[in-house]
């Protein structure tokens, strides 16, 4: 028989950490976030031509991303650290995120996707967080045919989106909501910063105080960089924002209860230790009679 001893999360904690951040986990996860890091900032640190940027690294991105996103999931799997209950919960938050990122349509900012990120990367954690992030951007885009050069930008921002939730300080009540709500609000601005900057360097030319100027200082592309994004995109990230905020605060309380109702059932966290059963336990041999 299969007994298992229920261990709950460590004293004041809330987070179960369905994908696990063993060694081979956050070896994965900082490696991905690495060629994030560069592929969203390196023209800024390298002297080159602009009208280069992205163009052709894009494609390449992509094919890199995919299989270490699905290595997080396989080394859990294979150390035992995601079940079958993981993949599955995994499936269906990333189907429903799916389905939920049309209904906003992108309009006027407006995003109705991430509440469930950053709602789940609290509950589940920061590994499970990021890799939800990332697979629903993925589905969404199979899904509303939005596959493009700026597809695996959209991944890894959604999935640091997902992974910051899940690293969040503990607390409790309307302070957790008003905590996570706070983080939306920036966290959906800070997104559309960075959707902002893998196509700066060459969608503004090279005669703007805007534009991206190759081999300029630092400090004087940041400049240009923060003029761009207020006067091309502020008018959709606070909308985004706004959008998170409102519905973390709105949806926040019911959905976080359900999530971990949801992982405290299916028991991600507990140790499964096997025992000989009294039934499976043979009678006693009758004497050999004389």
Known sequence: MTTVAPRKPAAGSTTWHVVAMRRRTTATLALVTTIG??????????????SLAHRSDAPWLFVLL??????????????????????????????VGAALRPLGGGAA????????????GRVLGRGFGFVLGSVTLFASALLTAGVGPWLPFQ????????????CLPRAKGWREIALLSAYGGVAGL?????MNLWMWPFVTGLDSDISFQAGA??????????????????????????????????????VLLALRRVARRAAFEVPVEFEPSSSTQLPPSPATPT
């Open 37 to 50: 890091v560069l592929a969203f900032g390196w023209p800024l640190l390298v002297d080159t031509n602009a």
């Open 217 to 254: 200082p630092l400090t004087d592309n940041l400049a240009r960089f923060v003029g761009y994004t207020l006067a091309t995109s502020l008018g959709f990230d606070i909308p985004r924002a706004v959008t998170n905020a409102v519905l973390v605060a709105v949806t926040g309380r019911p």
């Open 66 to 95: 995919l299989p270490l996103v699905l290595a997080v999931v396989l080394a859990e799997i294979a150390d035992g650290g995601m079940d079958a209950k993981a993949v599955a919960l995994l499936g269906v938050l990333a189907s």
């Open 155 to 166: 991944m890894l921002a959604a999935g640091w989106v997902g992974f910051f939730a899940g």
């Open 109 to 120: 900012g407006f995003e109705t996707v991430f509440f469930l990120l950053i709602l789940s």
């Open 190 to 194: 800070l997104y559309g910063a960075l």
